[in-house]
Every structure is written in structure tokens, then in C-alpha cells.
């Protein structure tokens, strides 16, 4: 990405001014070499320069952030989905309220955005290219899709993610209801 300059700025949460990721590059770095060929992307990741890393750290916390997540948001009004209150969380990464599965989704995610492509253009990739399309009842046909298609910008359409946020999620893939450790907190409904 040639004369773009990406600032990331890690909400670690505090609640930073203009925060665009949970994870800086030098960790997302780490997770993916940690874990090797059991990241989906690892090909991608590696080939990729800084920026473009950048990039795609920023757009794994959009999606992250367009998830219905447990709890409610620690500052409404803010793009960054976490912090959030009224969440058991088991573990707590810097600043106490970012949890390391957030982090470590996000990895996930971004690496699979390098792979795969953005989960939330406007042009879904997952349903390959139109083959036909008719104005008349309007109907549309799509090849083939270039990769599995199911609904990379949710939780199960990545499994490794999915896992990761089992119980952090209202509409949690594996239906765990935030049963096993993680949950709602309720206090003073009124």
C-alpha cells in the first residue's frame, strides 16, 4: 500500500482517542508465527508488508466490532465495541478489560481478510462472480464460490473465531448462552 501511512491506535481499555484495533502489529505478529499453519492466512500474513498488515487489523476490528456481544458497551456512543461492562471475564488483558480471546480473534481475523478477502465489502467475494442477472423479478446468478461460504463476516464462518468467543456473543455460534465461565452479569434491572 504504497504512500499510505496506517496509524494503529490499541484500545487496551482505557478508552484512547480514535482507537482502531485491540492488537498492535508487533503481537498480531507474534500470535500468527506462534500458531504457524493453524492460522487460516498464514500465507498472506507472511507475504504481506506492514501497512497492508495494518489494514487489515483495523478491518478485523470492524468486523469485530459489528458482532451483538454480552454486556453493554463501558462508553456508548464509540466505535470500539470493548471495553464493555456487566461481563464476567475470566482473564483480562492490559488495562483490565480487553479479553485475550478478543485479541486473539482479531488475529485471527485479519489474517483470514488477507487470505480471503473483506468480509464486509459491499460485494460479497464468497458468492464468486455473477453469471447471469434479469431485471424482470429481478434475479441474480453467481458462480461458484472462490472459498467456503459460510458468512465469513459472523463468528462461524470462522471457526478458530468462533471458538475464541464462545460465550462472549448474544448470538454465540455454538449456542453456549454464556454458560462456562463467561456470561452476563446482570445488576439492577429496574
Request: contains cysteine; glycine residues 14%; aromatic residues 4%.
Amino acid at each position: 500500500m504504497p504512500g499510505i501511512s496506517i496509524k494503529l491506535i490499541i484500545e487496551d481499555g482505557n478508552l484512547p482517542e480514535g482507537a482502531n484495533t485491540y492488537v498492535d502489529l508487533d503481537a498480531a505478529n507474534a500470535y500468527v508465527a506462534s500458531r504457524g499453519p493453524a492460522v487460516s492466512g498464514l500465507a498472506a500474513w507472511t507475504a504481506a508488508d506492514a501497512e497492508t498488515k495494518s489494514a487489515a487489523l483495523i478491518r478485523a476490528a470492524d468486523v469485530l466490532n459489528s458482532y451483538h456481544w454480552r454486556g453493554l458497551a463501558a462508553a456508548p456512543g464509540r466505535i470500539m465495541a470493548w471495553p464493555r461492562r456487566q461481563v464476567n471475564l475470566p482473564q483480562s488483558g492490559p488495562g483490565g478489560s480487553i479479553p485475550p480471546q478478543l485479541v486473539a480473534a482479531q488475529c485471527e481475523l485479519a489474517a483470514a481478510i488477507l487470505a480471503e478477502g473483506d468480509p464486509l465489502s459491499p460485494v460479497d467475494p464468497r458468492l464468486g462472480p455473477i453469471t447471469s442477472a434479469k431485471l424482470d423479478t429481478l434475479a441474480v446468478s453467481y458462480a461458484a464460490p472462490a472459498s467456503g461460504g459460510a458468512g465469513a463476516a459472523s463468528p462461524a464462518g470462522h471457526p478458530a473465531v468462533a471458538a475464541l468467543l464462545r460465550g462472549f456473543l448474544l448470538d454465540d455460534p455454538f449456542g453456549s448462552g454464556g454458560r462456562g465461565g463467561i456470561g452476563l452479569t446482570e445488576v439492577g434491572r429496574g
